[in-house]
T-cell receptor, first 114, second 113 residues
Framework: DAGVIQSPRHEVTEMGQEVTLRCKPI?????LFWYRQTMMRGLELLIY????????DSGMPEDRFSAKMPNASFSTLKIQPSEPRDSAVYFC????????????FGSGTRLTVV | KNQVEQSPQSLIILEGKNCTLQCNYTVSPFSNLRWYKQDTGRGPVSLTI?????NTKSNGRYTATLDADTKQSSLHITASQLSDSASYICVVSAGTSYDKVIFGPGTSLSVIP
């Protein structure tokens, strides 16, 4: 199993540009999570999906952030327009819904907005 | 308010020494507690998971303890290795929904030769 796959690994963009982060969860995992990690705030849950349906997006900072999961094997997190304060590492994680196993995290996307 | 606190914030130890990381939580109702290891530039990886009835769980040189009465957990690392240098994150699940998790801020461990 290749694990949770995220792309790109690194993204540098100018303020105001649109950024799209991608995630492929582990096959068979029906819960998917997007997290943001910064030095100041640690890991923050942005949104999670169960069976491709967004369940809780209360962690999404503002309307500039949106996430989709069109099918069980793919999800995107989009920021439009991006701002320097969005610079962080964005992690995608997946697991079996209500399973006792922990999350499996991807390697993250390091986003820098200049 | 559901919260997870960890101490120390950072720690430097010599290779071969033991160390203990602490996690205190105010999460109710408690479901389970996990310790994750996060290497620099990588996503967190699960080390142990403990439910209410478990006091101790080991994973190689890592031993986690849980005291549900005092709402404290510890992660003990034995005979530390350079590869143990990482951030260790305590994560507590609340309620009956396994999706309600609270992350601690992490302890940054540096093992030096």
């Amino acid at each position: 199993d290749a694990g949770v796959i995220q792309s790109p690994r690194h993204e540098v963009t100018e303020m105001g540009q649109e950024v799209t982060l991608r995630c492929k969860p582990i096959s068979g995992h029906n819960s998917l999570f997007w997290y943001r990690q910064t030095m100041m705030r640690g890991l923050e849950l942005l949104i999670y999906f169960n069976n491709n349906v967004p369940i809780d997006d209360s962690g999404m900072p503002e309307d500039r952030f949106s996430a989709k999961m069109p099918n069980a094997s793919f999800s995107t997190l989009k920021i439009q327009p991006s701002e320097p304060r969005d610079s962080a590492v964005y992690f995608c994680a997946s697991r079996v819904f209500q399973g006792m196993d922990g999350y499996t995290f991807g390697s993250g996307t390091r986003l820098t907005v200049v | 308010k559901n919260q997870v606190e960890q101490s120390p914030q950072s720690l430097i130890i010599l290779e071969g020494k033991n160390c203990t990381l602490q996690c205190n939580y105010t999460v109710s109702p408690f479901s389970n507690l996990r310790w994750y290891k996060q290497d620099t530039g990588r996503g967190p990886v699960s080390l142990t998971i403990m439910t209410f009835s478990e006091n101790t769980k080991s994973n190689g040189r890592y031993t986690a303890t849980l005291d549900a009465d005092t709402k404290q957990s510890s992660l003990h690392i034995t005979a530390s290795q350079l590869s143990d240098s990482a951030s260790y994150i305590c994560v507590v699940s609340a309620g009956t929904s396994y999706d309600k998790v609270i992350f601690g801020p992490g302890t940054s461990l540096s093992v030096i030769p």
